[in-house]
């Protein structure tokens, strides 16, 4: 491979934090509300025009369940308080009318606690939201660096229209989905096996009314717990690593996306797209390989350090504690990760990357970063102790 070398050039210091956090998507907007909450000076890094993430701009507007499926809340505090927001202005589908209105245990046993919402009402709610507690949003900027001194990122570099800048730091959260941050600060990474299905949903407009479309991969459930994968288009998985990929799988999604409108309109000619993805449609790429890895088999499982838990959106029954040392990796001390990159097993990612874990372990990381700078040695009880006070239920004995 032919290669050019760069030359070296100072770049301006423009902005000081206390808490970093790269990537706008409901795990960095969880983070960012809860640093802030807990006094932190926030500044929350997005390369796109809006929040949310692939819940907003990638068009998979579905809130998946608060619950184990049997009945049981599981998810607490900014995981709820975020789905709730997303229903300030109505839901599209899936109403959770039994854990909205008061309804009976045999009724929430029979519905889970999830929600499908409208993408541009929630991202604008979310960012008014963020606003409001003090957290500076800078858009249109990608993370695309760091430097690091014993041990520790000091800087974190951006480029945007205004350039190449650094950000001084006293702590990092990755919420990027694909451990971006860990990258580039040599942080240990792994890779998923599975690779992405393609995926194409969008937004459609008729007779009908508006309606959602999930061609191609989508998180739905029969109730056996499969997923209903009715039009899977064989052209391979996507790694979400490498541009020139990417850039092969969205052209893809777009071509299915007008395939499947003009074949509606052959029977509706008023038929229109109205919202289509802006951002690729991948679940997982990279993720950390952190001190800990949580494992799908270790479902009812106590741990000392849980800062939160989640169900299986797939299957109705299991419950999963969230140990703290799944967001911190073993080199970078003021690193944390937030959402679908934490450190998990290949079989337990599945599980992880939806939206109510990102909201969860995003409050978790943005709470103990509010903390302090070395998350392998921070108190644990006392992270956990502030987690309980914001309405968080650890363990699942509590419940």
């Not at 202005?89 to 899936?94: D, I, V, Y």
């Not at 249109?140 to 001194?149: E, F, I, M």
């Not at 092969?248 to 499947?260: F, G, N, V, Y």
């Not at 998350?375 to 309405?391: I, P, T, W």
Request: charged share 25%.
């Amino acid at each position: 491979m032919e290669y050019v070398t760069e030359p070296a050039r100072e770049l301006p210091v423009v902005e000081t934090c206390d808490v970093f956090v790269a990537g706008g998507g409901i795990a960095g907007a969880a983070a960012a509300l809860a640093a802030a909450r807990g006094g932190a000076k926030v500044l929350l890094c997005e390369r796109e025009c809006m929040l949310g993430g692939l819940g907003t701009l990638g068009i998979v507007t579905v809130y998946l369940p608060l619950c184990d499926g049997c009945g049981r809340q599981v998810s607490y505090g900014i995981s709820e308080e975020l789905l709730r927001l997303s229903l300030k202005h109505g839901a599209e589908a899936r109403y959770p009318a039994p854990w909205l209105e008061n309804g009976t245990a045999e009724e929430k046993a029979a519905t889970r606690f999830e929600v499908q919402y409208n993408a541009h009402l929630f991202a604008i709610e979310l960012e008014r939201l963020l606003l409001r507690e003090g957290v500076s949003i800078l858009y249109t900027a990608s993370v695309c660096g760091v430097t690091k001194q014993d041990g520790r990122i000091d800087t974190v570099l951006v480029e945007h229209k205004g350039g190449r800048q650094a950000i001084r730091v006293k702590s990092v959260i990755d919420a990027t989905g694909d451990a971006d941050v860990c990258a580039f600060a040599d942080e240990d990474t792994a890779l998923s096996e599975q690779g992405n299905k393609l995926a194409a949903w969008y937004y459609g407009l008729g007779k009908a009314g508006h309606e959602l479309h999930m061609l191609g991969f989508a998180d739905v459930v029969d109730e056996n717990g499969n997923y209903i994968d009715k039009e899977q288009f064989d052209v391979g998985r996507f790694s979400g690593l490498d541009g020139f990929e990417t850039s092969r799988m969205l052209t893809l999604a777009h071509e299915q996306i007008l395939k499947d409108v003009l074949k509606r309109r052959k029977d509706d000619a008023s038929y229109i797209p109205v919202n289509v993805p802006t951002i690729p449609q991948l679940r997982m790429t990279r993720r950390l390989a952190g001190a800990f890895e949580l494992d799908n088999r270790q479902v009812h499982t106590r741990f000392d350090d849980s800062v939160g838990m989640i169900g299986d959106w797939r299957k109705r029954g299991p419950v999963y504690e969230l140990p703290f040392r799944t967001l911190y990796g073993n080199k970078v001390k003021n690193l944390l990760c937030a959402g679908r990159c934490i450190s998990v097993t290949d079989t337990m990612w599945d599980i992880t990357r939806v939206i109510p874990v990102c909201a969860q372990t995003g409050e978790a990381a943005g709470t103990a970063a509010a903390m302090g700078t070395d998350f392998a040695a921070l108190d644990v009880s006392a992270l956990q102790a502030r987690l309980v006070k914001n309405g968080v239920k650890l363990h699942e004995t509590d419940l």
